[in-house]
Every structure is written in structure tokens, then in C-alpha cells.
């Protein structure tokens, strides 16, 4: 289990993280997240759990956090905060924080648009970005992220559509779940002030996976098939057609993946 009184006497970084509330198990940490900023619970707070029993991907899709090996988070983020043109660029900060720490443990990690995190080309954290209105206005944010840390977080194959691994097996090493779970609150906390502004949307394209690859974007309205030119501003991503022709996919009910992996 995580270390309550480590964390607490690390917390906050970079104005997040404080209150924190660590769970052995919970249904899904941005679940209580909803839950504790509907109580009012202030821009910051932190949710951690150990196991998710019904973690969320996207769309209805499942997150699977094992016991006492993976990182489940979930952080509440409040308006009054600038928080960008909307929850693309939310998605975006988890998973540069996420690319961080990986990238700062010694192996190179890129951002499969929109929202997971791969190394070596495979899945290894997802982001899961949740917002609520009141009347037509931001009452908050909620930033979900999941990381494999240790091997037993890394899912058997039957139960993903994409491969996965783990930050130990790519950093050849055990690494310390609080070490990294402080270390991507501070990087959250870090480039929030910064989003949707240039420095942000470069470092999101520095790290975009399948650049020059083709690629299919599935989203509701049917396939797109282009290349992968970069991050657009606004977060959308740009593609080249098979024509030449250029075109911008807005963030939302979308699925990526390279043209050669035949999974869904
Ligand atoms: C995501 O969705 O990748 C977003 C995951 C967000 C999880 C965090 S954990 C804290 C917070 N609380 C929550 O309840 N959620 C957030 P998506 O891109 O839709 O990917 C979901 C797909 O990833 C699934 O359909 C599986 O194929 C695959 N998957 C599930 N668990 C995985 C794991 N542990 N590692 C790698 N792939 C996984």
C-alpha cells in the first residue's frame, strides 16, 4: 500500500495535493473525485487509490488498476485556475506529466493523441478527463490518470484491445509509486498555467506518437485515414490525407491507431 504519511508530508506540490484522500480500494478515484468537488471539496485535492474495481477509460471502455502495483489519481481542478480551451488540453497535461517522469526515469515516452501514453509502442497510462457545468458554466474539472508502475499492474493481453506494459519493465528497474505519484502532481501543477499556450502545445508536439505514420481516427461520423502532421492550436490534431489535403480532428469521442495494428 502507499504510504499515507509520505505522501502527506510531500503534498502540496505546486499548489495540488492538498487535501489528500488515499483509498485501499474504491469503484473508480474520479467517481469520489465527482463526488467530493459536487461537497466542494477545493481546486487541488488530491484522490488516490491502491485498486479501482470499476476504473473508467473513455467512452464506457474499462481501466484496469491491480492491487499494489499500478497508480490510480485523480485530481480536482477548479475554473478559477485558467484551465485552457477545454478538456482536450487537460488530457493533455496528464499526459505530459505522465511523459515527465517516464522521460525522467530514463526512458522515452510519447503521447498517442488524445489521451494515452506509450513507450516503446505500448500503452503504459491513460488519462481520463472528466468535466461538470451549472448552467452553461465550468464548475470543475476532474484529471484522471492511470499508470502501470510495477509488472503485476500490466493487464493480460485478453483483457486490452492495444498492447501494454509497465514504467519498471522500460526503466529495467523497481520504481517507487510515491516517488512517481509526487513527482506527477509537481509536473501538473507545473504546466497548468500554461495551457493552451505555446510552450505547452510545443512540448505536447514534441512528444506526439506515430508522427509521419499513418493513422486511423475513429470517430462517430466514420474512419479518417492520414498522417500524423502534429498538434494544431487548440489541441486538435492535424492529419495529411492521401491527397495532400490537410485536415484538423477535434478532441472528443475519438480513437486512434496506427495503420498497422490490426486490434481495435
Ligand atoms: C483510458 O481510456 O486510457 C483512460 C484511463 C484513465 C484511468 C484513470 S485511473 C484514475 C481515474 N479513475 C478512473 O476511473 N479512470 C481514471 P481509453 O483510451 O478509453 O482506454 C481504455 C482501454 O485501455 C481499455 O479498453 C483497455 O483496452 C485498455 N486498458 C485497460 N486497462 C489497462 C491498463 N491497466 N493498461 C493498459 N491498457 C489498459
Redesign the pocket.
Known amino acids: 500500500m502507499l504510504s499515507l504519511k509520505r505522501l502527506e508530508a510531500n503534498l502540496p506540490r505546486q499548489g495540488l495535493g492538498k487535501p489528500i484522500y488515499l483509498y485501499e480500494k474504491v469503484?473508480?478515484?474520479?467517481?469520489v473525485a465527482i463526488e467530493m468537488a459536487k461537497k466542494l471539496s477545493p481546486h487541488g485535492t488530491l484522490v488516490v487509490?491502491d485498486r479501482?474495481t470499476?476504473?473508467?477509460?473513455?467512452?464506457g471502455?474499462?481501466?484496469?488498476?491491480?492491487p499494489g502495483s499500478?497508480l490510480?489519481?485523480?485530481i480536482i481542478l477548479r475554473p478559477e485556475y485558467s484551465l485552457g480551451n477545454g478538456l482536450g488540453e487537460v488530457t493533455a497535461l496528464g499526459a505530459i506529466a505522465v511523459v515527465e517522469q517516464i522521460t525522467g526515469l530514463g526512458a522515452e515516452a510519447s503521447i498517442k493523441w488524445p489521451?494515452?501514453v506509450l513507450v516503446r509502442g505500448r500503452?503504459?497510462?491513460?488519462?481520463?478527463v472528466e468535466g461538470s457545468w451549472v448552467g452553461g458554466e465550468l464548475d470543475f474539472i476532474i484529471l484522471?490518470?492511470?499508470v502501470?508502475v510495477h509488472q503485476a499492474?500490466?493487464?493480460d493481453d485478453s483483457?486490452?484491445?492495444?498492447p501494454?506494459t509497465c514504467v519498471d519493465a522500460e526503466v529495467g528497474r523497481e520504481s517507487d509509486r510515491v516517488d512517481l505519484l509526487l513527482g506527477l502532481v509537481d509536473s501538473v501543477g507545473r504546466w497548468l498555467p500554461y495551457l493552451g499556450e505555446d510552450p505547452f502545445l510545443l512540448k505536447w508536439d514534441q512528444h506526439l506518437a506515430f508522427r509521419g505514420q499513418e493513422v486511423i481516427v475513429e470517430q462517430p461520423s466514420g474512419e479518417i485515414v492520414g498522417k500524423v502532421l502534429g498538434i494544431a492550436a487548440g489541441g486538435s490534431l492535424r492529419l495529411e490525407g492521401k491527397n495532400g489535403e490537410v485536415r484538423s480532428v477535434d478532441f472528443g469521442a475519438v480513437?486512434l491507431r496506427p495503420v498497422d495494428i490490426h486490434s481495435k
Do not use: C, H, M, Y
Open positions: 469503484t473508480s478515484t474520479n467517481d487509490a479501482q470499476e476504473g473508467r477509460g473513455r467512452a471502455r474499462k481501466w484496469l488498476t491491480l499500478a490510480a489519481l485523480s489521451n494515452d500503452k503504459v497510462a491513460g488519462v481520463l484522471g490518470i492511470g502501470n499492474s500490466v493487464p483483457q486490452i484491445d492495444f501494454a480513437r
